[in-house]
């Protein structure tokens, strides 16, 4: 077990190689130098995706209950940005979620509520 330990720790301690150095058919050092090419409609192609995405984040942050509250979302595509709100239901004051993704690499570029 020690020696598994050791190991690991050796392996870590290595000073990865960047990915632009690498010749064609070498193999990478570190899995972290290992970059895979996006597919050309990005990571979130459609509404859909963006929603699943965004209800992962906003339930965690704000509860499942309160965000399915704000159903029907809002969605609309901007400049390779999905940008999802939440609705308010007639009678209720105060806010909705507002969140944007990154249509190319999912990665969340806005969020309020």
Same mark, same amino acid.
Request: charged share 25%; aromatic share 8%.
């Given at each position: 077990?020690?020696?598994?330990?050791?190991?690991?720790?050796?392996?870590?301690?290595?000073?990865?190689?960047?990915?632009?150095?690498?010749?064609?058919?070498?193999?990478?050092?570190?899995?972290?130098?290992?970059?895979?090419?996006?597919?050309?409609?990005?990571?979130?192609?459609?509404?859909?995706?963006? @929603?699943? @995405?965004?209800?992962?984040?906003?339930?965690? *942050?704000?509860?499942?209950?309160?965000? @399915?509250?704000?159903?029907?979302?809002?969605?609309?595509?901007?400049?390779?940005?999905?940008? @999802?709100?939440?609705? *308010?239901?007639?009678?209720?004051?105060?806010?909705?979620?507002?969140?944007?993704?990154?249509?190319?690499?999912?990665?969340?570029?806005?969020?309020?509520?």
């Amino acid at each position: 077990m020690i020696t598994v330990i050791y190991c690991s720790l050796t392996a870590l301690a290595q000073t990865p190689t960047p990915t632009s150095s690498l010749h064609p058919g070498e193999i990478p050092k570190s899995v972290a130098d290992y970059r895979v090419p996006l597919p050309k409609e990005g990571l979130v192609p459609d509404k859909e995706t963006a @929603i699943k @995405i965004a209800e992962v984040i906003l339930f965690r *942050l704000y509860g499942e209950e309160d965000v @399915i509250a704000e159903r029907p979302y809002k969605v609309k595509e901007e400049d390779d940005i999905w940008w @999802i709100s939440g609705t *308010l239901k007639e009678g209720h004051f105060g806010s909705v979620f507002n969140i944007a993704i990154s249509k190319q690499t999912a990665a969340v570029l806005h969020l309020e509520h």
